[in-house]
């Protein structure tokens, strides 16, 4: 599709009145529109067709065919006639209609137009359409397939009708979704659903617009709000008219659709601090970090050391703990350990905290990256000089000369524990005295259940099976939440009680976990994975959190982490889905599995877990596809 | 499993007062059976390691350590204790517990044992024990993993709990069932559907033992017929008892059940003929045949010209319509031409017809394999001579020298139309009569949805989605049928009012189909696959059939045909499900495709089909994995 000038917004103009590509262009541009949609078959020549008419042979097309392909390809949208019937259950009407719709999208590809818009059927279930449809897709090279789903205002179907025809044609990327919405907008979850589907275009009808005070077309509160959150998505928008001159509202005519579409994108809000920093990462996959056995880039320690708030709260939790530990006015000398020292941050917010509550401190830096330990010397040299030791070691093993009053980390993972925080923390607090202090004190993982057909495209589209049990960090943006998230599991620290020596067999095994959350799906819907968060408690109330309900404001150090699901499972509204999660390790390694199991409540009649069909398989079986090196 | 002198069923004995595999050796031994089921943990291990006393250590094993592996590997069937806490909600004992499991697997497969038994918990859904089973079988390599499923009287659990193991265990084909059978049986659909499942072994407690009038023990009549059900699938069979001299029965003692399992076996029924034939085929996947595309080899001819039903139906319908056609005492020569020719049965069969029925025909036999062609002038020469003119071509494209009064073909597929009846004889009308009669004069295809965990697990194993939809032929036996076969389309010839030649373009497309089946589902159960079948009218009344219902007695030229899902489905009792099936062709090929999707009946507030979850994909789009050539 051609862009505004100036970049920005595409908005295109569909008028029902015009079949005709040079008069709909003429239109279009007169009004600003950017596109137009067209139907491919002239009117009149389905019902000539379908009622067995030869004459009208080949030359179903508008008149325009003169026109030259890239005017097409540039502006015409083509909109594909004669689906409807195609699940009539007429045998003869289906083939023909059949037959009529491959001839279209012959045609659409031959002139290069840049996408195709199939109708759902309004008769039938649709199983006949999807299976035209997706032998089209096949015929699609640089044409997209977009599906018109008009959400109606009562139930939700629409959804349903989108979810059958996607399951069918096989989770097909090339097929995505062209949403029109009514004047009533039905209630708001029937809304959000859409924003984990590929909508690639919103269609707006004219009647969709109601009229300001000075008559011009404007959207409702909800179809604003609405309106925006797709916009981030980069949809297209289409203006649908009946015709050029159609008055539905007083003022402004055609050009006031588009003008204002245009001015609801250029005023929507600035995105927060750490959309910005997300900005190009959203929905995008990585592959978690794997800090034991690797050695982070400086350029990782540089990103990630910009957080405003995460040493912040680092240095208040610090600076809480030395009030608490020393009286005022004491000479004693605090310990205090940073385990993973990186470059230094925690050092310096150390020191920082150590000044502000005027205590002092003996400072050891333990780092294991023999690069950034380069840094901390030269820090120690330039900035810190004797009130830090660096010491190049992993802390799993290092002897320390004494005992630490307060052990610092930043081991954290999206998932809290999947840096093998546990682990190492386990090892290091050997060298902490009995009352010592962890800072953080505890870091609990919560999970909820996730549709994104977005992501599961991203992660299925490797073809493979171990893509398919690996979990990813990913700024979450073309997703929808099935339910609150609920907490998984609770590591604390130090962890009192632990007896065995770091390195003896079966030292890790007490960090293993299993736990089992249940959601009660209030809605149909297809889940994709399992969307992962943390919340650490870094000192009595000095938390920082990437749950969505209390994440840390402008904290971006962390995007939240997603667990796939190989095969999606359809949620029906009223069961519940419990998602088992395994923390699971041997002697080089440690992994996670998990699993979706539908569940009736429990009843009269039934026990606490009546067993229904449809479960997940296991994911990642022995940490076969995914694992985090000890 | 050391199988029993003189071949024959292997019958085991586990034995609940022996915890000692001399002990349990001598009195199996002694009492004929063949193996024997020992528990790997001795009595009270479990109890002490779980209440934390560490003095048992790692010898908790049976005290006979020293018997040789043979010894064990021969005869010891393993039994693993402590999976019933695994899903307990007590972490630290399921830890525990997992960790007992995985001992004892490891002690098994150190031994060589043949399988270990696994008993699913009491408490839970067991998805604990499910990770605990599924880790296990990467361990296994000689060894088999069976799991105790006791049939429960009352409802279907016993069923979904071996259902959602397997699910989350991804169908793992290591992983089998021993299925224990209760003194009372449940409903006849709630053991049949365990026909459809890889049942290893079946274990019969004493006291699921009646005593007959001279007090020995036997089984009741329920009891017999579903063992003798199993035994056509090899199972093994394990007689459970409480002591070597516990009184149930009042004679014969321990040697009398095994004895009465021994002699159900022998006096088992004899195999039907078809059965007879099909031994060794049960559940073998064949790929269909592509009879236009390939040349039939001498060995096939000669198999299918041995089958003693379909050739004597084909000569009754000939005779038939020789004496319809022709009025006594005429002289008229019908002219029958045989399409598809083969190595001349139904020649034959047309003269003896015409013998028969007194009247005078002249026969063409027109085959296009040209090995075929050798046999059929040997014959001409040395049997037939003048009544019978050999055509080398393929029918699609003769130029006959004068029309047909009959036409006879074989050319039905397991499916009625796969092996391109309606292509071959659409082309071969062109020479028969206005008014002629074409052999047969219909056929029509049957599908119903099918549950085999087998058939799953054999097209699975490939690896790749091409197999996963491809239709087999295959000799059903490990398999659940989920409804009576419902009609799916009916070619009907001569074809009349066909127009276009041979040849033209979209020739074939008027044999395009499309159709859709519902099914009520009486039953939770997995749906793996579609069985296909056909019923075809020769003439008039005389058929021949392999519809289950109607299956002509003793003809075994054709099995089933199965259509499996990429994805198995889980249907629950009252839902229903939509076999929609497509014939598609272009201009070289034939072929099928299909999808399942579930639906709930009409009523009053919903819509003739509504919209619910968990459809499969469109199988075999475009043909892109099979299809058969033109």
């Given at each position: ?416 524990d999947?840096?093998l925080?546990p682990e190492?923390?386990d ?61 998984v599991w609770?590591f604390?620290?130090?962890h ?10 079966n030292f890790n095994e007490h960090n293993n976990r299993y736990s ?65 999660f395994w923390r699971m390790c041997d002697a080089?390694k440690v992994w996670y599995e ?29 940490g ?7």
């Amino acid at each position: 599709m051609a862009s505004v000038e100036g970049g920005g917004l595409s908005v295109g103009l569909e008028l029902a009145s015009a079949t005709d590509a040079t008069v709909l262009g003429a239109v279009s541009t007169e009004a600003g529109y950017s596109f137009g949609v067209l139907q491919l078959l002239r009117p009149g020549v389905q019902e000539a067709i379908l009622a067995g008419d030869q004459s009208v042979g080949q030359s179903f097309f508008p008149s325009d065919l003169q026109v030259t392909n890239a005017t097409y390809a540039g502006f015409v949208l083509g909109g594909i006639s004669a689906c409807d019937a195609l699940d009539s259950g007429v045998e003869i009407l289906q083939q023909k209609c059949e037959a009529l719709v491959k001839r279209q999208v012959q045609w659409a590809t031959h002139l290069g137009l840049s996408a195709v818009l199939f109708s759902y059927p309004t008769t039938g279930a649709g199983v006949n359409f999807a299976r035209a449809v997706n032998h089209t897709l096949s015929m699609l090279s640089y044409t997209q397939a977009w599906v018109r789903i008009c959400i109606e205002s009562e139930d939700g179907d629409s959804w349903k009708k989108w979810n059958l025809l996607r399951t069918l044609c096989e989770h097909n990327t090339k097929l995505s979704v062209a949403l029109e919405l009514p004047a009533e907008l039905p209630e708001e979850s029937l809304l959000l659903q859409w924003l984990a589907e590929p909508v690639k275009a919103v269609i707006l009808p004219t009647s969709a617009f109601i009229a300001n005070n000075r008559g011009f077309p404007v959207l409702s509160k909800r179809h604003q709000s609405f309106v925006r959150k797709l916009m981030e998505q980069n949809v297209q928008f289409v203006v649908s008219a009946k015709s050029a001159d159609e008055n539905i509202h007083p003022s402004g005519g055609l050009p006031a659709y588009q003008q204002y579409i245009q001015h609801l994108y250029r005023t929507r809000p600035e995105p927060d601090v750490v959309d910005k920093f997300a900005s190009g990462y959203h929905d995008y996959l990585q592959q978690p970090l794997q800090p034991l056995m690797d050695n982070l880039e400086s350029a990782t320690y540089e990103v990630f050391e910009k957080d405003p708030i995460k040493y912040q709260e680092y240095e208040r939790a610090i600076y809480r703990a030395l009030l608490d530990r020393v009286p005022d006015g004491s000479d004693r000398v605090t310990v205090i350990m940073v385990v993973g020292a990186g470059r230094g941050p925690l050092v310096q917010r150390a020191l920082q905290a150590a000044v502000a509550s005027n205590r002092k401190v003996k400072v050891y830096a333990i780092e294991k990256n023999p690069n950034a330990v380069v840094t901390l010397r030269c820090r120690k040299e330039s900035e810190w000089e004797d009130l830090v030791d660096v010491i190049h070691c992993d802390m799993r093993y290092w002897e320390a000369p004494e005992q630490a009053d307060i052990l610092v980390s930043e081991l954290l993972g999206s998932f809290g524990d999947n840096e093998l925080s546990p682990e190492c923390l386990d090892g290091a607090q050997r060298f902490l005295k009995e009352n010592g202090i962890s800072i953080p004190s505890s870091y609990t993982a919560f999970v909820s259940p996730l549709s994104s057909t977005k992501l599961y495209h991203e992660v299925s589209s490797y073809g493979d099976n171990a893509h398919l049990e690996t979990p990813y960090v990913v700024k979450f943006r073309a997703v929808h939440e099935l339910g609150a998230p609920l907490p998984v599991w609770t590591f604390e620290h130090p962890h009192r009680g632990l007896k065995l020596e770091p390195g003896s067999p079966n030292f890790n095994e007490h960090n293993n976990r299993y736990s089992k959350q249940r959601f009660q799906i209030s809605q149909d819907a297809m889940m994709h994975g399992i969307a992962g968060y943390f919340e650490a408690i870094l000192y009595k109330d000095v938390m920082i959190s990437i749950h969505p309900k209390t994440h840390s404001p402008g904290m971006f150090s962390w995007f939240p982490i997603f667990f796939p699901l190989k095969v999606p499972l359809y949620l029906s509204t009223g069961s519940s889905i419990e998602l088992h999660f395994w923390r699971m390790c041997d002697a080089r390694k440690v992994w996670y599995e998990w699993a979706a199991v539908p569940v009736l409540p429990a009843s009269d009649s039934t026990p606490e877990t009546a067993l229904v069909g449809g479960a997940s398989t296991i994911h990642n079986i022995g940490g076969r596809s995914y694992w985090i090196g000890l």
